[in-house]
């Protein structure tokens, strides 16, 4: 099993920016692909951004050019970095590692945007 810790949630006014971390432990292999999804009051849970193990990087268009998601894979660590965010950032932030039929989650880090 893997395991996620993910921490760097809190509160911050609209422009602001705020840093999440996401620390796998256990049976971590390569190739992987680990993201992060958010899940708002009522909403779907949905895809914020992913990254591969070598790499290769997607997001939502609604973070385009305002969130970047990276990883240190000596660390089993992966980042999200979100500036200029918005009260629609507002959510519970998830971690997800994800290698074949593999899939773990992370407890979740609130984000609250106040504007």
């Known amino acids: 099993q893997v395991q996620l810790v993910e921490s760097g949630g809190g509160l911050v006014q609209t422009g602001g920016s705020l840093r999440l971390s996401c620390a796998a432990s256990?049976?971590?292999?390569?190739?992987?692909?680990m993201a992060w999804y958010r899940q708002a009051p009522g909403k779907l849970r949905e895809l914020v951004a992913a990254i591969l193990s070598v790499g290769t990087t997607n997001y939502a268009e609604s973070v385009k050019g305002r969130f970047t998601i990276t990883r240190d894979n000596s660390k089993n660590t992966v980042y999200l970095q979100m500036n200029s965010l918005k009260p629609e950032d507002t959510a519970v932030y998830y971690c997800?590692?994800?290698?074949?039929?593999?899939?773990?989650w992370g407890q979740g880090t609130q984000v609250t945007v106040s504007s």
């Open positions: 256990g049976n971590t292999f390569s190739p992987n692909t």
């Open positions: 997800d590692y994800r290698r074949y039929t593999i899939d773990c």
